[in-house]
């Protein structure tokens, strides 16, 4: 196949290839298809056909447009950020869930518009001086944070919606279950849809709120356009980040007023780790942390209590056991991996006829059943139904 | 509605009326209204694809299946997934290569000025884009229910033929495939498994 320019089709899809960051080995994995497959339509060798062709325009985050060589869109350089800042901590389909999540702010920003919806939270509404905070410095932010989402001292419970209701875009995307080789998340200042955070949840629950409070560190404090979230990052900008969500998520003084008013003046057993755990919805491993950097639990007890299986004795305690602390399998998740307000707005453009169920389908990937899902018991439009008859009929 | 015979054209089958009188397990009739066989674009349903392959690049009955595969709840789930299945392996659906031309209509049809030029919410899907480039260029009917897509379709085209789920069953009770209790209890039970509509047959 041949457009304009004499440039072919082959010849464009490499160069996509190229620019999404992409080996043939990734997108024939990702296909599920011979890598030769990938290079003879690359070669002009074979031709991909339709659906192959929209899988292609998925992948590489290209109008459809542009690979038939029909017009040339500018490609925006955030996943060049993104690639940049992770180094080579992602592998093909993580490449791919990237390309998603930027395709989907794409999308996303569109839809803003057309429904006249303001932008998201854009610059950091606080601020913080340069140099090495001290512990006093991150409490004090900690503070200011907490301040300006208006929370106590305690839990802060689904940490997802409260960065939603402040204008905060949260997304799920797997990315792959193990750090080593992958990121925790990302953030990046999104031109119409303001501050929008990545978070990889395929890591733990406790993992993916951690994350997500070092996320808003970000968005809080910094102007940085691209932040990429991995273990082991030692920037200023990452290291205030950790303390901050450290702190934010489990607050020294909230913590040892917890451990008092359960009558302890120090942590003696896993049970009440677990319990803690619970109380400020973080992950086990993180309490012991916080509990050891609190001078609340002996450095022996912390020894021990890591060898401890959380889970299984949270089950134990009568605590309800989420099968996603389990395994994360991202063919569950559905439209929990897309931000709130984003669903909100879809059940409400539905009703007033502005997005239709196969819109909502194409922007999140997912099946009209989801969507059919969503809008159970909202009410149909009324050009849902007059077009029934307007257009004219076969019959 | 108008005269009871269906169409000499053939009928290009976008994903609603073919999951909806899949799922239903009505897709026999389906296929008698559209003249014994049900004709469909491949990104509609791709019975070569991988259906163990990323959710997002699968044929949209695909994604369909990976929905009753991994989300939906319920002993009705299975059967819908055997359901759509079935359609991968049946003689009387043909899936239609697109053209160059129509390749790039398609491609045209799913792009940004596209959305923006008729206010959408969204682009439209692969689905709608295939139906419509395909009906356009052969002079088919096009069966699409998405009124987005209608209203483009109307706009860009204006002497294609259109059809939603909800005529098809209408034009069975009329051609006498099935009685008007039984057209009533589809297009009900079709409604009650989500489908965005009218709420009655009839009016």
Redesign the interface.
């Known amino acids: 196949?041949t457009?304009r320019g004499g440039t072919d089709l082959g010849e464009r899809l490499a160069r996509a290839r190229d620019q999404a960051g992409l080996t043939q080995e990734d997108v024939a994995a990702?296909?599920?298809q011979p890598r030769p497959v990938i290079s003879n339509w690359e070669q002009g060798v074979r031709q991909p056909?339709?659906?192959q062709?929209?899988?292609l325009a998925?992948?590489y985050r290209r109008?459809?447009?542009d690979?038939?060589g029909?017009?040339e869109?500018p490609r925006p350089e955030f996943e060049q950020l993104v690639y940049r800042d992770a180094g080579d901590r992602l592998d093909g389909?993580a490449k791919?869930q990237i390309q998603?999540f930027l395709g989907f702010l794409d999308?996303y920003g569109?839809?803003l518009k057309?429904?006249g919806e303001p932008t998201g939270l854009s610059e950091p509404p606080l601020t913080l001086r340069d140099g090495r905070p001290s512990k006093d410095d991150i409490r004090r932010k900690v503070d200011e944070a907490r301040s300006y989402f208006r929370l106590g001292k305690g839990s802060v419970g689904d940490l997802s919606a409260l960065a939603d209701l402040f204008g905060i875009t949260v997304y799920l995307a797997p990315l792959g279950a193990s750090l080593d080789g992958t990121i925790s998340g990302a953030s990046l200042i999104h031109e119409e849809v303001g501050f929008s955070i990545l978070i990889n949840g395929q890591t733990t629950p406790g993992r993916r709120q951690f994350t997500l409070a070092h996320e808003l560190g970000h968005a809080l404090f910094h102007r940085t356009p691209v932040e990429v979230s991995f273990p082991g990052r030692r920037e200023s900008e990452e290291r205030f980040a950790d303390l901050f969500a450290a702190e934010f998520l489990v607050p020294t003084s909230s913590l040892q007023d917890a451990v008092e008013g359960m009558g302890l003046s120090r942590v003696g057993d896993p049970e009440t780790v677990v319990h803690l755990q619970r109380f400020f919805n973080v992950s086990y491993e993180m309490i012991l942390r916080r509990l050891r950097a609190s001078n609340l639990l002996s450095d022996i007890d912390y020894k021990r209590f890591k060898e401890v299986r959380p889970v299984h004795l949270a089950e134990r305690l009568g605590y309800t056991i989420d099968l996603d602390e389990w395994r994360q399998?991202p063919?569950?998740w559905?439209l929990a991996r897309f931000p709130r307000r984003f669903l909100r707005l879809l059940r409400r453009?539905s009703s007033e006829?502005?997005?239709?169920?196969?819109?909502?389908?194409?922007?999140t990937?997912?099946?009209?059943?989801?969507i059919?899902?969503l809008?159970?018991d909202a009410p149909?439009a009324s050009?849902?139904?007059?077009?029934?008859d307007e257009?004219?009929?076969?019959? | 509605?108008?005269?009871?015979a269906?169409?000499s054209e053939p009928?290009l089958c976008n994903?609603?009326p073919t999951?909806y009188f899949a799922i239903t397990d009505q897709i026999d009739l389906l296929i008698a209204v559209c003249g014994d066989t049900l004709r469909v674009?491949?990104?509609v349903l791709?019975p070569d694809?991988?259906p163990?392959?990323?959710?997002?690049?699968l044929?949209?009955i695909g994604?369909?299946m990976?929905?009753?595969?991994?989300?939906?709840v319920g002993a009705e789930a299975i059967e819908r997934w055997f359901r759509l299945n079935d359609l991968r392996t049946r003689s009387n659906i043909s899936v239609i290569?697109?053209t160059?031309q129509e390749?790039?209509r398609?491609?045209?049809l799913?792009?940004?000025e596209i959305?923006?030029q008729f206010?959408?919410?969204?682009?439209?899907?692969?689905?709608?884009s295939?139906v419509i480039a395909i009906a356009e260029a052969r002079g088919w009917?096009a069966a699409i229910d998405?009124?987005?897509?209608?209203?483009v379709?109307?706009h860009v085209s204006p002497g294609t033929?259109?059809?939603?789920s909800?005529?098809i069953v209408?034009?069975a009770v009329?051609i006498g495939m099935i009685d008007t209790g039984e057209g009533d209890t589809l297009y009900q039970e079709m409604l009650d498994?989500?489908y965005?509509?009218?709420?009655n047959l009839w009016s």
């Open positions: 196949m457009t990702l296909l599920r056909n339709e659906h062709l929209s899988q998925a992948i109008p459809l447009e690979l038939l029909l017009a869109h389909p791919y998603r999308d569109e839809f057309a429904l399998d063919d569950r559905g453009a006829g502005i997005m239709t169920v196969s819109g909502a389908a194409t922007m990937g997912l099946a009209a059943e989801d059919e899902e809008l159970r149909v050009n849902e139904e007059e077009t029934h257009f004219g009929s076969a019959f | 509605m108008t005269s009871s269906p169409p009928i994903t609603t999951r674009p491949r990104s791709d694809e991988d163990d392959g990323p959710a997002d690049l044929s949209e994604a369909s990976r929905f009753y595969a991994k989300r939906a290569e697109m160059e390749m790039e398609f491609a045209e799913q792009s940004r959305q923006r206010g959408l919410g969204a682009r439209l899907g692969r689905g709608e295939a009917v998405d009124w987005e897509a209608r209203e379709l109307h033929t259109m059809i939603t909800r005529e209408r034009a009329y498994l989500g965005r509509g009218p709420s």
